[in-house]
């Protein structure tokens, strides 16, 4: 196990280099004088010659990404132009909106996708079957803006339960923060729920006809209890992968939704940054977001060898 973590390790942080420096000559290849997109194009010369020096500009390639990369790892991640503040303040701020909000989405998705791929696997072509696969059918084909706007309209707007957009802030109780959230998270978990649920249900239909699965019925199991202690196991292997993944996708995907409801989260952030043209902020946030993708896979990895000791049996050969 140690040794397949430590060549895992490796392979995130060699992924983690060529991340930052693609993302880094994107940016420097793109097109136009970052100070003149910043400052638009009516900026006086001396001001943009003042703004190149602040961001570096002047120097050569390889030493502005070795500070930038370099003060990302210190926790400097540069300032922020539009707001003139350090970015890393930005992102920490969006992120007790963003963290959360994802959190609920993926739980919620997962409370409500596991049992219905379970149950549709158990009723595989009879009519609860037909039923689930239907409703996630449904559930991944309308856009979640569209749902969000749905549920504002019955649960905000008709019967007045839960506000309708912004954030409350967590200086005002617990209650109170996760009911500004409850409803974009209910928009965010639909699509994700019906898609877990239909890979659970795969999953599980593959694990039932595996010889295991016979043996144990065999030694008098139920089908149910052959199910939970024998299959549910095998099945969460493609299951935690799809979770992983949507766990990043909720939290670097929250740009329309968080918009929709007006949550002062990460992807709000984001979006404000491309409008104001504030190019740090951007280039920051979508190394973070790159990052966190590449260490919930990486964690993920780990997750698969706890599941499944045969990977590390394979990777231990190899």
């Known amino acids: 196990m140690l040794l397949y973590a430590l060549r895992r390790l490796i392979s995130l942080c060699l992924t983690l280099f060529l991340a930052s420096l693609f993302i880094f000559l994107i940016m420097e290849i793109l097109p136009g004088d970052p100070a003149e997109l910043i400052l638009g194009i009516n900026a006086q010369e001396d001001t943009l010659k003042a703004l190149r020096e602040q961001l570096g500009l002047h120097l050569p390639v390889t030493t502005r990404y070795w500070d930038w990369i370099s003060g990302m790892l210190a926790g400097d991640f540069g300032r922020s132009y539009t707001y003139s503040v350090p970015v890393l303040e930005l992102i920490n701020e969006r992120l007790a909106v963003s963290l959360p909000l994802a959190f609920i989405a993926l739980a919620l998705s997962t409370v409500i996708a596991l049992p219905l791929g379970i149950l549709a696997a158990s009723f595989r072509s009879k009519w609860p079957d037909w039923g689930m696969m239907g409703a996630t059918q449904l559930g991944i084909a309308i856009p979640n803006f569209w749902f969000a706007m749905l549920l504002v309209l019955i649960f905000a707007v008709t019967l007045r339960w839960l506000p309708s957009g912004g954030f409350a802030g967590w200086d005002k109780g617990l209650f109170a923060g996760l009911q500004s ?21 795969s999953s599980m239909l593959d694990v039932m006809h595996e010889d295991y699965m016979r043996t144990a019925r065999a030694k008098g199991l139920s089908h149910s209890q052959s199910l939970t202690r024998h299959g549910l196991r095998n099945a969460l292997i493609p299951v935690v992968t799809i ?7 909720l939290l670097a995907g929250t740009v329309i939704i968080e918009n929709v409801f007006f949550l002062p989260g990460l992807g709000r952030l984001v979006f404000q940054a491309i409008t104001q043209r504030d190019l740090i902020t951007v280039k920051a946030v979508i ?7 590449i260490i919930i896979n990486f964690l993920i990895d780990l997750t698969y060898a706890a599941i499944d000791p045969r990977l590390r049996r394979r990777e231990s050969r190899s």
């Open 181 to 201: 959230l409850l409803l974009p998270a209910i928009a965010l978990a639909l699509p994700q729920a019906s898609i877990l649920a239909r890979i659970m249900r």
């Open 243 to 249: 979770m992983g993944l949507q766990f990043s996708f």
């Open 287 to 293: 190394v973070l977001l790159v990052a966190t993708v």
